[in-house]
C-alpha cells in the first residue's frame, strides 16, 4: 500500500492541534479560541476522509474545498491565539508551518481533480 501524505500530514496535525487545545486549557486557561481551534483544526483530516469515499469527482473536490476552508481557518485562530500572547512565536511558527504545508498540499489536490473532471467534459 502506498504512502498517503495528506492522510499522514492532517491526522499528524489534528493530534497536535488537541494537544495545543489541552495546553491552552490546562495552563493558558484559555477556552474559547482553543475550542474553535480544536473544531477546526481537526475538521481538516475529517473531511479529508470523507472526501476518501466521495460519490463523484464533484463531491471529491467540494469535501476538499471545505477541508482547505477549514485549514484556513485553523491558520486564523493561531494567528489570533499568537497575536494575543496564548502561543508563543516558536510553537507559533512550528504548528503553522504544518498547517500552512496542509493547505498547499489540499489547494494541489484540488486543482489537479478539478483539471481532471474539465478534461472529461
Same mark, same amino acid.
Given at each position: 500500500?502506498?504512502?498517503? +501524505?495528506? #492522510?499522514? #500530514? ?15 486549557? @490546562? ?9 474553535? *481551534? ?5 475538521? +481538516?483530516?475529517?473531511?479529508?476522509? /470523507?472526501? /476518501? ?7 471529491? +473536490?467540494? #469535501?476538499? @474545498?471545505?477541508?482547505?476552508? /477549514? ?6 485562530? *493561531? ?20 498547517? +500552512? ?9 484540488? #486543482? ?10
Amino acid at each position: 500500500m502506498r504512502e498517503n +501524505v495528506i #492522510k499522514d #500530514k492532517s491526522f499528524g496535525f489534528a493530534i497536535r492541534i488537541v494537544d495545543l487545545f489541552k495546553y491552552l486549557v @490546562a495552563d493558558k486557561k484559555e477556552f474559547v479560541m482553543s475550542k474553535q *481551534l480544536l473544531r477546526s483544526g481537526t475538521a +481538516v483530516g475529517a473531511l479529508y476522509r /470523507e472526501a /476518501e469515499f466521495a460519490e463523484t469527482k464533484k463531491d471529491f +473536490v467540494h #469535501k476538499m @474545498a471545505m477541508a482547505q476552508k /477549514e485549514c484556513n481557518e485553523t491558520i486564523y485562530w *493561531l494567528e489570533l491565539l499568537n497575536a494575543t500572547d496564548f502561543l508563543g512565536n516558536e510553537e507559533f511558527e512550528n504548528i503553522n508551518k504544518d498547517a +500552512v504545508e496542509i493547505i498547499k498540499l489540499i489547494t494541489s489536490i484540488i #486543482k489537479t481533480a478539478k483539471a481532471s473532471l474539465n478534461t472529461k467534459h
